[in-house]
């Protein structure tokens, strides 16, 4: 009966995570690159306690293609990253005109940046490797679940419960490892290595007239160099925290697609692939309990 149950879970489960993961690939698909007016920007900062400065940029938009209504995007950036704050602060200068991603026949929803186009992908991705652990303890329930079983007389009667706990833990750490080795060999094998610079000028210096500080950020701000990681790849100078990289040189791996989305090296580095060997072996040790419960009765 529990087997039949989990079948239903799981196959409820497949056919949501595939339906999402398809019509959030179809939209991240569809988006279309629209010519947009900004019409005012600023850049809030704030602090966290007096210490950290909290930078949020503020956009007022205007699509042009289709006389889209004005309407306001906002950014908050992580703490104290108002270097990276004021370089976008001057991408999204008042009277610009810039190509911006935009979900195709949704006038109100632009993305401000890359990584903002690039969410429903990520959730399409994420989706689709739930639909493939469900789909693998589908094949499990279904090889092994529904087995006829051999009378008591003949041997031992597997518990239902303790073997599929096993084997959903264990597939859902194989499907984790599997997931995090391949996109950590696309990015060692497909990004490119860039080496950025640390920039570093005075708060006084930077344009203050798109600025709307606190009170209580003004004193940290005035005592604050500001500072940023910069690159240029292809032509053109992108920005980084400088959280990205304290060494010197800074060596960073670029996705060719976003430079915007950057990691550290991965070569030497063991604990970018610790998700990938810790699933894969967790989920081997769950599994065998799983098989080793089923075949064994304990």
């Known amino acids: 009966m529990i087997e039949r149950i989990f079948f239903a879970l799981f196959s409820l489960g497949f056919l949501v995570t595939s339906t999402t993961g398809l019509y959030q690939a179809a939209k991240w698909y569809r988006q279309e690159t629209v010519s947009v007016e900004v019409r005012n920007s600023r850049l809030a900062i704030d602090s966290q306690r007096g210490s950290a400065l909290l930078p949020t940029l503020h956009v007022e938009l205007t699509a042009q ?8 995007r906002r950014i908050e950036l992580r703490q104290d990253e108002v270097g990276l704050g004021f370089g976008l602060l001057t991408r999204f200068a008042p009277g610009s005109t810039v190509l911006l991603r ?27 490797g739930l639909a493939f652990f469900c ?33 959903s833990v264990g597939m859902l750490a194989i499907t984790i490892g599997l997931g995090a080795g391949a996109f950590r060999s696309w990015q060692a094998n497909f990004w490119q290595i860039v080496i950025a610079k640390r920039v570093e000028v005075p708060s006084a210096s930077l344009p203050v007239s798109q600025l709307v500080i606190s009170e209580r950020a003004k004193q940290r701000f005035a005592e604050t160099p500001v500072a940023w990681n910069e690159f240029e790849l292809a032509g053109k100078s992108y920005r980084m925290p400088v959280a990205a990289c304290f060494a010197e040189p800074c060596v960073l791996l670029v996705n060719p697609y976003d430079p915007e989305d950057w990691t550290a090296p991965l070569a030497g580095d063991t604990e ?6 810790i699933g894969l072996l967790f989920g081997g040790l769950f599994t065998g309990a799983g098989w080793l419960t089923r075949r064994t009765g304990l």
């Open 65 to 72: 293609a289709d006389g889209a209504p004005t309407n306001w």
């Open 102 to 128: 935009r979900t195709h026949g949704d006038a109100s929803e632009i993305f401000l940046t890359a990584a903002d186009a690039r969410e429903p992908l990520e959730f399409a991705i994420a989706m689709g």
């Open 272 to 277: 970018a692939w610790t998700p990938t060997w």
């Open 135 to 167: 789909g693998s303890l589908l094949l499990v329930l279904r090889v092994l679940g529904w087995r006829p079983m051999p009378p008591r007389s003949a041997g031992p009667r597997a518990g239902s419960g303790p073997w599929l706990l096993f084997f």
